[in-house]
């Protein structure tokens, strides 16, 4: 019951604030009204509050329209050098919107094909394979190896289906749903990040007018639901009056801001301007691991692992990439040069023959099968067992196949067997187990009393993995064992490579802000190449149809023929009145060719349909 609740209290919390939200706008009409002041927009109120839905707040406001025209137009702006290299700057975005509309059509046809491929595995539909495979050739994204299977038999159905959705290939588009593919922990990073980027978005297309000389009218933030975003209305009149690549110009600034933020982003960070501002502001960095800055409430390491304990090692992988200190531990590059890419990597992409280089030697005699604990399935990945202290072990060894490892497997007591960590206890073999002086004795395979094993883990939705820990101040080191879901340690876990040096510091605003910086670099790159799309009510909608009527008026010149005319239509919505930090709208109709029509709506329409597909598909392959 209490479990329930819990469950319910974020959906709650949601019902409420926004139901407060609709009585104190309500209140607020009722005594504007009686009051007898006009409710309509006034163009020059300065802030203005609307409800435009019980779930969507408006706030729009033209307090910032002299700003930007100041920014825009300023002395510096208008010296002759510096307005080259604006105008170059923005010139640049447009060949950068329109690289990022081609990468985008490939991303969103390998999303096509892999989500296709998933419901088809999802569905165990037998010609799911051969059908994918063909659609790979026609779209040139075949990157698998090619063998000839003139017929794919039910049991052997869908097994490309599996490799393209499989843990080592993962899903390209992913819907992002709270609680469900998003931690309830980065909501305010997820809602931060995504009102920056709008927001970000936004300013790019008021500053490019601006230099375009078209006024901007009003700019405005929202929320609709969760979900914030911005949007800008700019002048019609004078938006009409611009020229195509003026237009282009403004239409194209949105993605381009975003693509400078990720670049920006990315090379503070990976520079190590952001670990630079921290040292020099009362952080020091960690250089053997991770630091253990936060772990949530409902996790099972809570009050098991203290904070600001240094996490040096993961199974056998040490997570500072130069520890070689035993034969049997690895730490080499393919997991990550740093400690914090090497913490992700263990957790979200390997397996436990992945981190474990090396076996443990245990006793046939200590086997505790209750004939339960290795009853592994997807819905008890770690076996059925009802005592949480047995666990199913398989045979380890480094040169066999898997075939051996599904061969007779046993049940252990997990912390008694991974407690045993000396380097006589670490084996690459049964062989290993046995003291010298039985040796003799021990080739009869089964019948020997020692055995090398490993925990079994046949499904990665959950294994068991050891944290290797040093507690704060202090060399001690300590392991612990954890049995459950590698992604949701990662996520329950918060770590950083800084350790505040004062005890007043905050230590978890180091990883609040990486963590923030990510979600900020992710939707930037989201907002370049979706929003550059050459789908309906998004930027790349006008842009395509701007560069289909440049082209044409290019042509008129060059062969003399008649210019397109560009008509203005009175009845249209502004340029930009965005949702969800999509162009909805058009201040102009464009009159183009038969042939250039024609362009532009089947591949507008192909890849809005292609777009939809990738959402509902998606979804669809989530909830099954």
């Known amino acids: 019951m209490e479990s329930s609740y819990s469950s319910l209290l974020p959906v709650l919390w949601f019902l409420g604030i926004w139901a407060l939200a609709n009585i104190a706008f309500t209140l607020y009409r009722y005594i504007r009204n009686a009051r007898e002041i006009d409710t309509d927009a006034d163009p020059a109120e300065t802030l203005r509050v609307e409800l435009a839905s019980p779930l969507h707040l408006r706030v729009t406001t033209c307090a910032f329209n002299s700003v930007i025209s100041a920014c825009a137009h300023c002395s510096l702006a208008r010296s002759p050098c510096v307005s080259w290299l604006i105008d170059g700057f923005y010139r640049l975005g447009v060949c950068v919107s329109f690289m990022s509309m081609v990468m985008c059509i490939g991303v969103l046809c390998t999303a096509a094909v892999q989500i296709t491929a998933g419901i088809g595995a999802k569905a165990g539909y037998p010609l799911a394979d051969t059908w994918v495979l063909e659609l790979q050739k026609f779209l040139g994204l075949a990157h698998f190896e090619q063998r000839a299977t003139p017929h794919v038999s039910s049991s052997q159905s869908t097994k490309l289906s599996r490799r393209l959705v499989g843990t080592t290939d993962p899903q390209v588009l992913r819907p992002i749903i709270p609680g469900i593919t998003l931690p309830t922990g980065h909501l305010w990073h997820y809602l931060l990040a995504l009102a920056a980027c709008a927001i970000i978005h936004e300013l790019g297309h008021a500053f490019a007018a601006g230099r375009a000389r078209v006024p901007l009218r009003k700019l405005g933030v929202f929320v609709m639901g969760i979900y914030p975003g911005a949007f800008v209305e700019l002048c019609k009149t004078k938006l009409d009056q611009a020229s195509v690549s003026n237009r282009l110009r403004i239409v194209c600034a949105g993605v381009w ?72 531990n690895t730490s080499d590059d393919r997991f990550g040069a740093t400690s914090i890419a090497r913490w992700t ?52 060894s480094s040169s066999a196949s898997h075939e051996l490892a599904k061969r007779s497997p046993m049940c252990f007591d997990l912390r008694s067997v991974l407690e045993r960590n000396d380097a ?20 009869a395979g089964r019948q020997t009393s020692k055995v090398c094993v490993l925990p079994r883990s ?19 080191e300590h392991m612990l064992v954890y049995a459950g879901s590698p992604t949701a340690l990662w996520l329950d876990v918060q770590v950083s490579s800084l350790l505040p040096r004062y005890s007043w510091l905050p230590h978890t605003l180091p990883s609040w802000i990486e963590t923030l910086l990510q979600y900020i670099l992710s939707f930037s790159l989201a907002f370049c190449l979706l929003n550059a799309l050459p789908a309906y009510y998004l930027d790349g909608d006008l842009a395509f149809k701007l560069l289909i009527t440049a082209v044409e008026q290019r ?70």
């Open 458 to 476: 046949p499904f990665a939705s959950s294994r068991v993995v050891r944290l290797y820990y040093r507690l704060p101040n202090s060399q001690t």
């Open 555 to 624: 042509r008129a010149r060059v062969t003399g023929a008649t210019k397109c005319n560009i008509l203005a239509s009175a009845e249209s919505k502004p340029l930009y009145k965005k949702e969800l930090g999509d162009s909805r709208g058009t201040a102009e109709t464009v009159e183009l060719s038969r042939g250039g029509q024609m362009v532009y709506t089947v591949v507008t329409a192909l890849t809005t349909a292609l777009l939809g597909w990738c959402i509902v598909g998606s979804v669809l392959l989530l909830a099954l």
């Open 257 to 328: 801001h975003n693509a400078v933020t990720a670049f920006l982003i990315f090379a503070f960070v990976r520079s190590g301007g952001l670990s630079a501002v921290f040292s020099h502001t009362g952080w020091t960095r960690v250089t053997d691991g991770v630091v253990v800055t936060d772990v949530a409430l409902n996790s099972p390491l809570y009050n098991r692992i203290p904070l600001l304990s240094t996490v040096y090692r993961i199974d056998d992988v040490y997570l500072q990439p130069s520890n070689y200190s035993n034969t049997w």
């Open 424 to 443: 006589a206890s670490r084996c690459q073999s049964d062989h290993d187990c046995v003291q010298p002086n039985q040796r003799s004795h021990s080739y």
């Open 345 to 396: 990597h263990v957790l979200t992409a390997t397996t436990n023959r992945d981190t474990n280089t090396a076996g443990y030697c245990a006793s046939t005699m200590e086997n505790m099968d209750d004939g339960l604990c290795c009853e592994m399935s997807p819905e008890f990945p770690l076996g059925e067992s009802p005592d949480s202290e047995i666990f199913c072990f398989e045979r380890f």
